[in-house]
């Protein structure tokens, strides 16, 4: 079970012409990149580049893109109101790899199918609105900002 | 062009990945393990668990909620009541005329009572098939007797005659047996329980990670309550307004950002029936006040 490699490479041109249309206007979703998952881990950055911390903190925050706050307690005082649906997030950098942080924004249900996390570098939810259909809730570059902003956390 | 590229490698490699964790994992989905935790088995009797929103509400709004002088909903509830005994209507009759007043428990010349309707809707239309809600049976009398154009579903004079209507229920508890297989309502019941528990949005949440899962838990700002439906329609703060039940479906759909549904839609109305099952017991709240 453990050894479970998954590639998921894909080549960009083979699928084009098959969904055209399917994409509502206006729709400015960045190509979605490719990423190997090796043991519940993703070993590798999405971009090839490292995150900026900076940047992952006030994507964490903002509420359009990580939202964070909506359900992690988290050491950022200057914002009020911090969830309590998943644990407090303070010593991630203590407590997993790079690896594993990247896997758990790409997709926490690889962890547990129930969860209530949303699963960030992902497309293909049920009944998306229309808007959003086709786009990731982060872009591949947010979520190696946010992985460098919780190793961090110390 | 690239945009449609996109789409495709997304669909792709999220199927990729389902196929990934569903190999690996054993772990059920939230709706398996819990749907019978809060809601009982397919039982018709009363669900001791149920509590609405009132019960986190703040002190002050629950105030407001409390004082018919200060419910923020009975200015709309008066402009109904003079709908109510208009006969302004092209079939020159007033719903009084058949119903007699609102409070009148006799149901004056036609014998149906407004008491009692809040808390035993939605019920079966047999015309239809399909559940009728406090909104629509409105609308067919309006339409039927009164030979009108119906009020559009989110007006001021449907939320206040609505309102008008479950008031008259206040108090009593909420009946359904719409989980008994013999109902008429039973697959209604069942397609909006489906609903419920069907993870939906680009964040992938059924209700019942919400109302179920976090019941009484703190996300962001908020509070989260079991999202019973026995205060509807209600004001909100937020709103600056009353709202219907469905007007809270669309909100709650859209922060998952996932579809919505129309107002008064069969989609809506199915879940709607599974919700007054789901607080089946709970006394009727309507008008209530909320955050």
């Known amino acids: 079970m453990k050894n479970k490699k998954l590639l998921a490479k894909l080549s960009a041109a083979a699928f084009g012409v098959a969904v055209a249309g399917a994409i509502s206007f206006g729709a400015q979703a960045e190509e979605m990149v490719s990423f190997e998952i090796v043991d519940e881990t993703i070993p590798q950055s999405l971009t090839g580049k490292a995150g900026d911390p900076v940047a992952g903190r006030k994507t964490a925050i903002n509420r359009k893109k990580g939202n964070c706050l909506a359900c992690h307690v988290m050491p950022i005082p200057e914002q009020q109101f911090h969830g309590l649906i998943g644990p407090t997030l303070d010593d991630t950098g203590d407590r997993f790899t790079e690896a594993e942080l990247r896997m758990r924004m790409v997709d926490s249900k690889v962890f547990d199918e129930s969860t209530m996390m949303p699963s960030f570098y992902k497309t293909g939810q049920h009944m998306v609105l229309k808007k959003f259909v086709g786009k990731t809730i982060l872009s591949a570059q947010e979520v190696e900002d946010v992985v460098a902003y919780l190793m961090t956390l110390k | ?291």
């Open chain 2, 1 to 291: 062009m690239k945009k449609l590229i996109t789409t495709a490698i997304a669909l792709m490699s999220a199927g990729l990945l389902v196929a990934a964790c569903s190999a690996g994992d054993s772990n059920m989905s939230a709706g398996d393990s819990n749907m019978s935790k809060s809601t009982g088995e397919n039982g018709i009797s009363d669900n001791p668990d149920a509590w609405s929103g009132y019960q986190t509400a703040r002190e002050g709004v629950r105030a407001m909620n409390d004082d018919d002088f200060e419910n923020p909903v009975m200015p709309y509830v008066d402009l109904a009541a003079n709908i109510y005994d208009s006969r302004d209507n092209k079939g020159n009759i007033s719903c009084a005329d058949c119903h007699g007043a609102p409070e009148d428990e006799t149901g004056g010349r036609s014998g149906i009572p407004m008491k009692g309707v809040g808390a035993s809707y939605p019920r079966f239309n047999a015309d239809t098939g399909k559940p009728i809600n406090v909104e629509l049976q409105i609308n067919k009398c309006r339409e039927e007797r009164q030979v009108e154009k119906g009020f559009k579903y989110e007006s001021d004079e449907m939320l206040g005659m609505t309102a008008l209507v479950n008031y008259q229920s206040r108090g009593m508890p909420v009946v359904s047996t719409a989980a008994n297989p013999d109902d008429e309502l039973h697959s209604a019941w069942q397609t909006g329980k489906d609903f419920y528990y069907q993870r939906r949005g680009q964040l992938d949440m059924g209700c019942n990670n919400c109302h179920e899962d976090n019941a009484e838990n703190i996300i962001r700002a908020e509070t989260l309550s079991q999202g019973q439906s026995n205060g509807f329609p209600t004001y909100r703060f937020k709103w600056q307004k009353p709202g219907s039940l469905h007007r809270r479906f669309r909100g709650c759909n859209k922060n998952i950002r996932a579809a919505n549904f129309n107002y008064g839609s069969d989609e809506y109305l199915n879940l709607e029936t599974y919700l007054a099952w789901r607080g089946r017991g709970l006394p009727v709240e309507a008008p209530a006040v909320r955050k």
